[in-house]
């Protein structure tokens, strides 16, 4: 699946900002890339697995290591 196919969304909070992550939805797919290059490549994963690393990151269990 190309980049291209996906609807990419941003932050409201990011504004005009280019340091950012935005998440592209398709069907049953969920697209990652790095604002400040679009074309640099997409990560792509199932919906299910981007619900998980969301809900892992709101409840807490994802620390970053220092």
Excluded at 37 to 43: F, M, Q
């Amino acid at each position: 699946m190309s980049g291209k196919q996906l609807s990419w969304r941003k932050s409201t909070r990011s504004g005009t900002d280019t340091n950012c992550v935005e998440v592209g939805l398709a069907e049953d797919v969920v697209g990652l890339r790095d604002t400040k290059n679009r074309d640099g490549g997409t990560l792509v994963v199932s919906r299910t697995r981007f619900t998980a690393l969301l809900t892992a990151v709101k409840t807490g269990r994802l620390s970053a290591r220092r």
